[in-house]
């Protein structure tokens, strides 16, 4: 079947623009939207593009792969790669109420966020488990843009009550490119024309590539140097082609939905939906988390009152949980491939890669059950995924405090609920797994 005989590209790339119309959008409701990247529009409706895959992820199809999963992951430390985060949600907030709208929402402060500066936030429920988290940049002294999952633009992060202030979604209205790894810098600076070391880490501002502005943001969940672009949507697949082609001297990758959580995973980066669920969603209480969980308690503003503050206080004092990277036995894992070729057993529920989330269907537990030495339940596991880079198959694992130091050995119970399983041996190991080479 061909996904896009029945679909008018010129109503699609409208749809950008006509989202919040479910009349009249692809985006708003009736069927996703193509991504403004190169992949979703002009090139990627070309045969020669080599594009043979996409996949939807937050109502938006995007290339699932472009060179194969290996090479495009061995590009996040060997030269570096872009990939397109244009499906997280995006609302400016402006308004003289902007601080105390933010301060009301997240656990952050406030005081040193100077225009041109972004910072990561987070939302907490009063019983101090999170809502949500994404980035915030500052864009003017009274307007902020957020970026984030869901829960950014659904109105669960970001309160607005007694606030003077004005919210817009503007998701389909911009792209968000990430160029991460060793050779970011030096395409950016081909591609701009300008040196740009004087950009510091977590600081934004504007710059002209291929005659189109775009925002600049010297950051990114790659634990490699990289930058973040920003810019219109009808601009994306201009700028996207750019970065490629300038690209190619330097060995710069496009990196797929395939492969995009290899990051967060290796540069321990807790996403929301993948490694916890949003504290609003009721019935999954066993997976929400709260930021001591994941080591983000050090973002808490403790010169002011928020949701949560005292019990997360509390929980800053006495941890009861601790989210941690384990490596699994490599010897276990082949195990699992191997029972492919085993005539006299059925085979295990094969592992998706090079991430657990590679594979868009519920055909592999999303959460996974740790245990101890005695086989007593200790936490859950999380975003397993194959390191090219480190020949390690590894996941992220939230588990009682006891067992969260880094040598641990524990054991992870591997296949879903009435079908084969087993138990993997796996290793706490340092946290994050890939040092951080952002700065």
Not at 138 to 145: F, G, H, S, V
Not at 147 to 162: F, L, P, Y
Not at 195 to 204: E, G, R, V
Request: proline fraction near 5%; charged fraction near 25%.
């Amino acid at each position: 079947m061909k996904l896009f005989d029945s679909l008018n590209m010129d109503e699609v790339r409208k749809s950008w623009a006509e989202k919040d119309n479910t009349e009249l959008s692809f985006y708003g409701g009736k069927s996703p939207a193509f991504t403004p990247a190169v992949q979703g529009q002009d090139t990627g409706m070309d045969p020669n593009s080599g594009i043979q895959h996409y996949c939807a992820l937050h109502n938006v199809f995007g290339a699932f792969e472009f060179t194969g999963w290996m090479d495009e992951c061995k590009s996040i430390s060997k030269t570096g790669y872009i990939g397109d985060w244009s499906w997280l949600n995006k609302i400016r907030i402006t308004g003289p109420d902007v601080i105390k709208c933010m301060e009301q929402s997240t656990i952050n402060g406030y005081r040193k966020f100077s225009v041109g500066r972004g910072r990561h936030i987070v939302s907490v429920l009063p019983n101090g488990k999170i809502i949500g988290d994404g980035i915030a940049f500052r864009e003017a002294e009274d307007q902020i843009l957020c970026t984030g999952g869901t829960m950014v633009a659904e109105g669960r992060m970001i309160q607005t009550k007694d606030c003077n202030v004005k919210v817009e979604d503007l998701t389909a209205e911009i792209f968000n490119y990430h160029v991460q790894g060793p050779v970011s810098t030096a395409v950016i600076e081909k591609l701009t024309g300008e040196d740009i070391s004087d950009l510091p880490f977590i600081t934004f501002r504007d710059v002209t590539i291929a005659g189109k502005k775009v925002r600049l943001y010297r950051g990114g969940m790659s634990g490699e140097i990289g930058y973040e672009l920003f810019g219109r949507s009808s601009d994306g697949s201009v700028i996207w082609n750019a970065v490629v082609e300038v690209g190619k001297e330097f060995g710069l990758r496009q990196l797929g939905m395939r492969s995009l959580m290899l990051n967060h995973l290796q540069a321990y980066f807790p996403t929301i939906w993948v490694d916890f669920i949003p504290a609003v969603v009721p019935g999954a209480e066993a997976l929400h988390r709260s930021p001591v969980d994941f080591g983000w308690d050090h973002l808490m503003d403790k010169t002011r009152d928020f949701p949560g503050k005292s019990i997360l206080l509390e929980e800053q004092a006495n941890p009861k949980t601790k989210c941690v990277t384990l490596e699994w036995n490599s010897e276990d894992c082949i195990n699992i491939f191997a029972s492919l070729f085993d005539p006299d057993n059925e085979p295990f529920e094969q592992m998706p890669l090079p991430v657990n989330t590679s594979d868009y269907s519920a055909a592999c537990p999303q959460f996974i059950p740790v245990f101890n030495q005695k086989h007593q339940m200790i936490g859950l596991a999380s975003n397993r995924g194959y390191s090219c880079q480190f020949k390690k198959m590894l996941a992220l694992a939230d588990l009682e405090t006891e067992y969260a130091k880094e040598g641990t050995e524990v054991l992870v119970l591997y296949g879903s609920e009435g079908q084969r399983q087993t138990m993997i041996r796996a290793t706490v190991a340092k946290t994050p797994y890939k040092s951080d080479n952002r700065k």
